[in-house]
């Protein structure tokens, strides 16, 4: 069953326009894998857990106790979307892997 993945991730935060011009701007010539929408889907998707991970440790780092309920309520819930959408990738991924066997 052959599905394209939603053009973003459930928070929004990352979008496969974003994606597409991290993948633009650090090539010259497109890599060939580019062709193949089950390719792109794949690395789309590996592309937004890692950023979420990313994201997700740098923006935790800065989580301190005490700290005014001003930030730390807003941190809390993007640290929850992130998490979210790294759970929401992998979850596709592993639908798209169980799919192919």
Do not use: C, I, N, Y
């Amino acid at each position: 069953m052959d599905r394209t993945v939603s053009g973003m991730s459930p928070s929004g935060l990352f979008t496969r326009a974003a994606w597409e011009r991290d993948l633009e701007s650090s090539h010259a010539v497109l890599p060939r894998w580019t062709r193949s929408a089950a390719e792109r889907d794949r690395r789309f998707l590996e592309w937004v857990d890692a950023e979420a991970l990313g994201l997700s440790a740098h923006l935790g780092r800065l989580r301190r106790p005490g700290a005014s309920p001003r930030v730390t309520v807003p941190l809390d819930t993007l640290l929850r979307a992130l998490a979210e959408d790294a759970a929401w990738a992998r979850r596709e991924l592993a639908g798209r892997l169980s799919e192919a066997a």
